[in-house]
């Protein structure tokens, strides 16, 4: 009887055991179609906000009569491997930008004018001069200013703003060393009994340097309220005199300067250390970052319909450091960058000259956007989305942007005869598509350009019920 129940046990055991894995077999298939389900549905969800791949919401940081930094705030992180916010500086003639440091690493690109850039570097001050076309890396935490110095030219910048160091996600913020009542130098935040022993000054002289400047981040040259002096002086110095003057940053009238016996360029020596004249004319290239010019570089593709580049870390090593690639492509009229996928970044990209559109899909295969493309418009695409671009009929398309690795990207074309379904091709791949192999070499052959394609725009027709492309 003992024997009877035991066995009886063991199989009631054994059977609910197997109802549990079933079950749980069941959730996990049930999970995973609900997965499926949801992604379907996330799709149709954000197919229907027509514009989700154009990056819209800007916000002004700073504005002065003498210039403004604008930023395209990045997407969510839900779709994105790595948030890069894209900046736009403009700097009216004859103005300079405050030094500063930031709390977001900064690539630049000149689209327009000249700029003079100096930035400090292992205690060492250098400056680069930047012309159009020109990349620069700025690192976070590293002080810098930076001068139009074309002649009557507004300055132009787009940035890529790697947030991954900031305080805030998506945001950008400003330590301005120099400053007053506007902005305010970061000093100012400290209790005035601590500045004043920080320094060994009075409390009147330590007022008189932090309260001077009012004029705002970025400073006309041309037309200064309050010192009318300073930075015009600044910006007429040569450049070794330059540096030295940079860390005075206050400029005081002499009947002022005989009763202070504390400047502005004793509080950057304490915070930079002291520069010599004849070391940093000795180290001053070693310590003044390189630049890197787009427009003097010969483009990796190139055919009677457009041409590409990119760059790398390989190219310019400071990319290294930022994890941040660029590229530049220019569409001739009627033409299009063939359908292609990023396997290892996700892509930014604002249009500089030209008008045209962009298509992105869906993983499941559904159209996700399809968009305008004019001149200051922000797109991204998100790694393995596939995209194409296409210039208009009647005029070029040209477009800049970053992408979030800084290492090789290698784009997957899939059309074009350098495409993936050229190298697939095969009676696996014509299986796939439900057709016979000569056919499907005849729809691979038929197109025998690469990477750039001529396009011509067919209204109103369709072909074995796919519509036909109508911009």
Request: hydrophobic share 35%; proline share 4%.
């Amino acid at each position: 009887m003992g024997k009877q129940v035991i066995v009886s046990l063991l199989v009631l055991v054994l059977v609910m055991c197997y109802g549990v894995m079933a079950m749980a077999m069941s959730f996990d298939h049930e999970d995973e179609d609900w997965g499926r389900d949801q992604r379907e549905e996330e799709w149709e969800r954000q197919r229907g906000h027509r514009h989700w791949f154009l990056l819209q919401r800007s916000r002004i940081l700073l504005r002065t009569e003498a210039g403004e930094l604008r930023v395209v705030r990045s997407v969510g992180r839900r779709m994105v491997d790595r948030h890069i916010n894209v900046g736009f500086l403009s700097m009216e003639p004859n103005s300079l930008f405050i030094p500063q440091y930031l709390d977001s690493s900064l690539i630049l690109f000149v689209q327009t004018g000249e700029a003079n850039v100096g930035l400090v570097r292992q205690h060492e001050l250098g400056e680069r001069q930047l012309k159009a076309g020109d990349l620069y890396r700025i690192p976070a935490g590293s002080t810098f200013y930076m001068q139009n110095i074309g002649e009557g030219q507004r300055l132009q910048l787009i940035l890529s703003i790697d947030t991954s160091d900031s305080l805030r996600m998506g945001t950008l913020e400003n330590f301005f060393i120099g400053g007053g009542t506007y902005p305010k130098s970061i000093l100012s935040g400290f209790d005035s009994e601590i500045l004043t022993n920080a320094f060994n000054v009075s409390s009147s002289e330590l007022r008189q340097v932090l309260t001077r400047h009012q004029e705002g981040p970025i400073v006309s040259l041309n037309n200064s309220q309050s010192s009318p002096n300073l930075w015009t002086k600044f910006l007429g110095m040569k450049e070794q005199d330059r540096l030295q003057e940079l860390k005075k940053m206050v400029y005081f009238p002499q009947e002022q300067e005989k009763t202070l016996t504390w400047s502005w360029r004793k509080l950057l020596n304490s915070m930079f250390g002291t520069i010599e004249n004849k070391k940093r004319k000795q180290h001053h290239h070693e310590h003044s970052q390189e630049s890197y010019n787009l427009y003097e570089r010969k483009p990796d593709f190139k055919n009677n319909y457009g041409s590409s580049l990119s760059v790398d870390e390989s190219d310019y090593s400071p990319l290294k450091n930022s994890g941040v690639g660029v590229y530049l492509v220019n569409l001739r009229a009627g033409s299009m960058l063939a359908p292609h996928v990023n396997p290892t970044a996700t892509e930014y990209g604002v249009v500089l000259r030209g008008s045209g559109s962009i298509q992105i899909v869906f993983p499941n295969g559904t159209l996700a956007m399809k968009a305008e493309l004019k001149p200051g418009r922000v797109f991204w695409v998100p790694r393995y989305f596939p995209f194409c671009q296409v210039a208009s009929n009647n005029e070029p398309l040209e477009f800049f942007g970053f992408t979030t690795s800084a290492q090789q990207n290698r784009p997957q074309f899939l059309a074009g005869s350098s495409s993936v379904l050229e190298a697939l091709r095969g009676p696996e791949l014509a299986a796939a598509f439900g057709v016979s192999e000569g056919r499907l070499d005849r729809f691979v052959n038929s197109q025998r350009e690469a990477v750039i394609l001529p396009y011509k725009a067919e209204r109103n027709q369709k072909a074995d019920g796919i519509p036909k492309a109508n911009w």
